[in-house]
């Protein structure tokens, strides 16, 4: 048999059926640990090459997920390869499939988090295809350049139906990392007012898993102390 | 070592690895019971490491062939889980597990946007991924002041109880007792004790990989092997006998007897029985 080149677009590909490492990993990321060392040049340089050959038209959206949990952790130099993926986002941006529209908002969203200034504000609003077919992607987009926008947007988003709340329940570690916490607690009372009595409950104990202190009371208390009569606040108060 | 497989030592891919420093990988094949690593597998074997064609990524061939069928599901699979089948007293037991924390990440991340890709055309990034997964991680030191299963919550929350960890074979350890895995251990030794490799599959650096610990329960529709060479594959730290074999620096504490250990088919999220420790 004859052997293989490390093979990228193969190993993306193969990613279900190859063999895991006593630890678990695949060999896709067998080979981002390696390169995560930084301790051989010419795998890496080999790897970059590769990926600069990719035809993302042709990847799924399995595949380009893979692809970029691969270059997240395998921290590989990716000075070229972000102008290769915002090229794909630049020819496809009047697309209106599904399947390019996600791929090109998670394309976006990856370069945003690399905090590679290719994108501001602007660029996010006029993202209306991402907006509307993809809200969540395009709000973690949006959430780091205006967090009312992306506020306002989850609102719409979790009064729909539960999975979209569980969009936000698994954000929640996410966010607080990069909103301010005072600007995030009020954020999730504002959420907290919407929401049915379970989905309440939930975000409830969820914040406090996550750990975002948001008063020494729960939310469920503070919405309540809220609605309040205004002299009863007073009297609360004095 | 038998003389039989000497010719095939001088290959190529085999003084390449040799070199590398992986000669115990074909001692532990050339050595494995014939009752279950067959002499006519072995040759095959070392038959494709002769086959090398001098430049492809060494390791990676050496692994395809582990693998093969590349595209059969693991009950067919040529050469893994060839060794000794587990009685069903392993259903009754917690088994630990030690993973590398970048496989867990990619799990549990994968079970999720199978969830919201199609219900929400959604998916999480990794960066994100990981800090709800830090949350979700206890620390060693926290293990004991904290009651509720916070995994086993989030498992639940977000349904993926069903999904399967990891689409490959997992690798399980017994403990000193049986409802508690983790009995008589520190959890921070654990790579030590199992003896675990580092990044190059060898012993070298093996403390330095991020990982974690959980206890969990085989479901009976999953069978359960004792480990043989083909599945340890291209690590140098496994030897034979069913346990474990301690490094060094800890055989002092731990003494160097060893804990049964077992590979087996994946498990779903459901199975862990534990909150998930960063050790």
Same mark, same amino acid.
């Given at each position: 048999m004859k052997g293989q080149q490390i093979d990228i677009k193969k190993l993306i590909s193969d990613n279900k059926t190859a063999l895991t490492d006593r630890d678990g990993l695949k060999p896709l990321f067998i080979i981002a640990e390696r390169i995560s060392r930084k301790d051989n040049l010419q795998l890496e340089n080999n790897v970059e090459n590769q990926i600069l050959n990719l035809d993302l038209e042709n990847l799924n959206i399995e595949q380009v997920n893979t692809l970029l949990s691969f270059v997240y952790y395998s921290k590989i130099d990716v000075s070229n390869i972000i102008p290769y993926f915002k090229k794909y986002i630049t020819s496809n941006a009047h697309s209106s499939s599904d399947l390019i529209v996600l791929k090109r908002g998670i394309l976006i969203r990856f370069i945003i988090e690399l905090k590679v200034k290719y994108f501001n504000l602007k660029d996010i609003l006029a993202e209306k295809n991402l907006r509307e077919k993809?809200?969540?992607?395009?709000? +973690?987009?949006?959430?780091?350049?205006?967090?009312?926008?992306?506020?306002?947007?989850?609102?719409?988003q979790i009064s729909k139906k539960q999975h979209e709340f569980q969009n936000l329940l698994y954000r929640i570690p996410a966010f607080h990392r990069r909103i301010d916490n005072h600007l995030f607690c009020e954020s999730l009372q504002t959420w907290h007012a919407n929401l049915s009595k379970l989905n309440k409950q939930k975000l409830d104990d969820w914040a406090n898993k996550f750990k975002v202190k948001v008063s020494d009371l729960s939310l469920e208390a503070i919405s309540k102390i809220d609605s309040l009569p205004l002299f009863q606040n007073e009297l609360m108060e004095y | 070592m038998s003389n039989k497989f000497d010719k095939y030592l001088n290959c190529e891919c085999c003084k390449i690895l040799d070199k590398l420093g992986y000669n115990q990988v074909f001692k532990n094949i050339i050595m494995d019971d014939e009752?279950?690593? $067959?002499?006519?597998?072995?040759?095959?074997?070392?038959?494709?490491?002769?086959?090398? +064609?001098?430049?492809?990524?060494?390791?990676?061939?050496?692994?395809?062939?582990?693998?093969?069928?590349?595209?059969?599901?693991?009950?067919?699979?040529?050469?893994?889980?060839?060794?000794?089948?587990?009685d069903n007293r392993i259903y009754n037991i917690e088994l630990g597990r030690v993973a590398k924390k970048m496989s867990i990440s990619l799990s549990v991340k994968n079970a999720l946007d199978k969830q919201l890709l199609f219900?929400?055309?959604?998916?999480?990034?990794?960066?994100? /991924?990981?800090?709800?997964?830090?949350?979700?991680?206890?620390d060693i030191q926290d293990k004991e002041s904290i009651t509720d299963?916070?995994?086993?919550?989030?498992?639940?929350?977000?349904?993926?109880?069903?999904?399967?960890?990891?689409?490959n074979p997992m690798w399980t350890f017994e403990g000193l007792d049986n409802d508690d895995v983790?009995?008589?251990?520190?959890?921070?030794?654990?790579?030590?004790?199992?003896?675990?490799?580092?990044?190059?599959? $060898?012993?070298e650096q093996y403390d330095k990989i991020p990982r974690v610990a959980f206890s969990l329960k085989v479901s009976f529709e999953v069978l359960v092997y004792?480990?043989?060479?083909?599945?340890?594959?291209?690590?140098?730290?496994?030897?034979?006998?069913?346990?474990?074999?301690?490094?060094?620096?800890?055989?002092?504490?731990?003494?160097?007897?060893?804990?049964?250990?077992?590979?087996?088919?994946?498990?779903?999220?459901?199975?862990?029985?534990? /909150?998930?420790?960063?050790?």
């Open positions: 993809s809200p969540w992607i395009w709000i +973690d987009c949006m959430s780091y350049y205006n967090w009312s926008i992306a506020e306002d947007e989850i609102s719409i | 009752r279950f690593i $067959t002499e006519e597998m072995k040759m095959e074997f070392f038959e494709h490491m002769k086959e090398y +064609d001098g430049i492809s990524d060494v390791m990676q061939y050496c692994d395809s062939f582990f693998n093969k069928p590349s595209r059969a599901p693991l009950a067919n699979k040529k050469y893994l889980f060839k060794g000794e089948r587990v219900a929400s055309n959604s998916n999480l990034s990794d960066i994100d /991924n990981e800090d709800a997964l830090n949350y979700l991680l206890i299963n916070r995994f086993k919550d989030f498992i639940n929350e977000f349904g993926i109880g069903k999904q399967i960890l990891q689409d983790f009995y008589g251990i520190d959890l921070v030794d654990l790579p030590c004790l199992l003896g675990l490799p580092g990044v190059k599959r $060898t012993h004792k480990p043989t060479s083909f599945d340890a594959g291209l690590t140098t730290v496994w030897r034979h006998g069913g346990k474990t074999k301690c490094h060094v620096e800890c055989e002092g504490k731990y003494g160097v007897t060893g804990m049964e250990e077992y590979v087996h088919e994946p498990v779903s999220f459901d199975s862990i029985t534990s /909150n998930i420790y960063q050790i």
